[in-house]
């Protein structure tokens, strides 16, 4: 399994980005895919999730209502839109990955075994 994130960059406050994440090596119908953040200097948390099948969608509480992520199941990509952004949100982003697994334990870091390089979002006051 390979995840490869892009689509970070510098925006200014309030501004929006894309990032998405190509997934390949086998197929993940029955996956689960993931958001996590490195803000500098701190531990790397959870910021979204998707179940490849059904779609359903996890949050946490500090992007819900300004983030969305989605999958496009032919082309094996996860996109994370991020809008209404704030210089809170700088961080290196990384997409995560793992069989399908128990809908509670997707915000923890410990349930994805694969993970992407990670890209550099940076939001300017």
């Known amino acids: 399994v390979q995840l490869q994130a892009s689509g970070g960059g510098l925006v200014q406050a309030g501004g929006s980005l894309r990032l998405s994440c190509a997934a390949s090596g086998r197929t993940f119908r029955d996956w689960d895919m993931a958001w996590f953040r490195q803000p500098p200097g701190k531990e790397r948390e959870f910021v979204a999730a998707?179940?490849?099948?059904?779609?359903?969608?996890l949050y946490a509480d500090s992007v819900k209502g300004r983030f969305t992520i989605s999958r496009d199941i032919a082309k094996n990509m996860v996109h994370l839109q991020m809008n209404s952004l704030k210089p809170d949100d700088t961080a290196i982003y990384y997409c995560?990955?793992?069989?399908?697994?128990?809908?509670?334990?997707?915000?923890?870091?410990?349930?994805?075994?694969?993970w992407g390089q990670g890209t550099l979002v940076t939001v300017s006051s």
């Open positions: 998707i179940r490849w099948s059904g779609g359903t969608t």
């Open positions: 995560a990955t793992t069989p399908r697994t128990v809908l509670s334990s997707l915000r923890l870091r410990s349930s994805y075994g694969y």
